[in-house]
């Protein structure tokens, strides 16, 4: 029992120095050294492999690293879309680390934010220190009732995919019980594509580079109703990566680590039918008043934000459950202008789901990616001023698993 | 970077202390306190869902535990078999925990192997504490032809899928290359079936219950020259779960925690053509001799042994790889009478894949419940004597990802 009692010791000492920034229980804390992301593109012609790896290589060069102890793959689709499994060591043995620990993490749409969190466990547990996270999802070149078959994975597919329902169509319900319950129109919840479209103009990675008004999302054709094409977000090949490191060794490899402030990951009921109120994503709040909790921080110290607009409407309850806007009031954020990037809350920066692109699994890793760019002031025209915080949030089917991160400047 | 220096700190006055067992950075360890599994069957008629809740609330009620922090889910073909993925929030508001973190950890066949390895960085980042790891596996009532193709998602599908070959296949190709250049014969290698089916007599919740002879194996249907039926593990349903805890406080949940003194996985490059010497896995050495480090213990200090004998030769191999007999020997150890439960390594004391079964994403939990069982004395009449160590080897692919655990008995 000598482990044990030490442990306590441990505990009460570390706890006595002050190092209790929501991980009394651990002596470490994870940074972010590097980065690397591929292009989102429809029709890529890349496989899975080759997008892993352009992110991965490009992280890994901007970190600087020349070992890896560990590899995440953050990915939703490949066993069902490609009829293939085992990611892990197909990413290690094309990156020539075999060797490395690797695996697989899925989380529906949240594959990306949930392989970041298990990134984030390696580095803390101690057992891994140099860890690769990367998010990857080839989407483009299969027909578009694969793609539908492959997104309802996501949901109950026994029960609801049964009833022939959508992954839009699940969406648009929201979408009407939104605007009905609250009385919004559907030109407010518009703005947030215009506002995302217009961000991704200065993302060079960015799938759609198209500047759009309300009116072209009211007038586009109908894909679910009331979800109309530009409420929604595209089908795409992407993959991001990111290095982690023990926050008090990341200097040694880069003049701007970014602190791993607080990881998160909550889930709901996984279908919709099973939820007392749809307007809600309860797994937000809870995952986002975790990660508040952990970082010592609350809504008004973000100043850097990426939500899982998937769905326009998505984008606004974001707002809203992540605590930035009262309930029926995140769509007066945009059009205040408060979430532009030289606004107060500067939200998806580099065009969001929506015009930046969704490849399911890879869309958390990108979030997580750019606010490293943002926090470490490397992230170009799409700088905003002086983040200090930001927050990323990451959704699982319809919102049945949301991955929360924090990340902070380091000064 | 008060944190960073206070994390300095920290770490010199745990490694004074002497907790440096293996995990010098972290102060924490795991321990397993409850185990859970479902009957292995072909044609159970139970769903993914149903089968993982079988072992989860058996886990769950072992533990006595009112409170989960976490769910990690091993699986593999859910997406290809089932058509559904985001089985960490099914689970989760199947077992009525919507709310609780919860994700999908695949490593083909090793996925129960790496889903612990997760549950076991959740518990050493500090961040969870109450940890449910369950891996789950869906095959029967599928055509032979369909679940031939998701195994072989395991490989390479597009470079080495392509060729035709199957995975059974590739394991005759596995087993052909041993005995020619061991010149060990069939029969010795038929002993390791032989050995896990009289010891899965004992196991009620066996898939196999016959008693089969060496010369049963070797008259046994051809599947693929020269791996016959009883060569092969079978296609079945089944689930298992582990409830991890912190080792210090692990005694408040049951008299008989079990240590975790290592979790460690290991790749090797994905495919066989890839490899220098395909009798050999080498990530069975990479990852048993990291498990060996950081548990201060080498193989003659294991007690129980289970191994991943998906094919007959993949259990001698495991023997060989894992350090206890030299290449070409690890039969021996078989007609020895070594690896009988009364033996000097007792292997496979529940059966192991060839007769407990093999639902891929839950072997590797399987694998740690039986250990835990043995360790704290509880497994009935597959018990072996006072076993004070245990390891186990879950193989993913034709060896791509190997997970090792070694388990301890607490005294």
Known sequence: MAANSSATHGRQIIKHLGQ????????????????????????????????????????INDAGVSRLDGIYVGNMMSGFLQHQEHLGSMMATALGREGVPAYKVEGACASGGVAVNAGVKAVLSGLEEIVLVGGVEKMSGYSTPEVTKGLMMAEDRPRVGATGVSF??????????????????????????????????DNPKAQFHKNITVDDVLKSPLVADPLRLFDCSGIGDGAAAVILAPLDTARKFTDTPVRVAASTVATDALSLYQRPDV???????????????????KPADISVLEVHDAFSVLGIMALEDLGFARKGEGSMLVKDGACERDGRLPTNTFGGLKARGHPVGASGVYQVAE????????????????????????????GGTIAVHILERME
């Open 371 to 398: 606010l490293a760019l943002q926090l470490s002031n490397k992230a170009d025209k799409c700088q905003v001023p002086n983040p200090s915080a930001g927050l990323s949030q990451s959704v699982g089917g319809i």
């Open 168 to 201: 839009v169509g699940l969406n648009a319900m929201i979408a009407r019980a939104y605007m009905h319950k609250y009385q919004v129109p559907h030109e407010a919840i518009a703005g947030f594509p215009v506002l995302c479209h217009k961000n991704a103009l």
């Open 279 to 297: 307007t809600v994503f309860e797994a937000s709040r809870t995952a986002s008043q975790r990660a508040y909790t952990a970082a010592h921080l």
């Open 20 to 59: 209790s920034k929501g991980r009394a229980l651990t002596l470490r804390e994870a940074a972010i050294i590097g980065v690397g992301r591929a292009p989102v593109k429809s029709g890529s012609g890349k496989s899975v492999t080759e997008l892993f790896m352009e992110a991965a290589i490009e992280a």
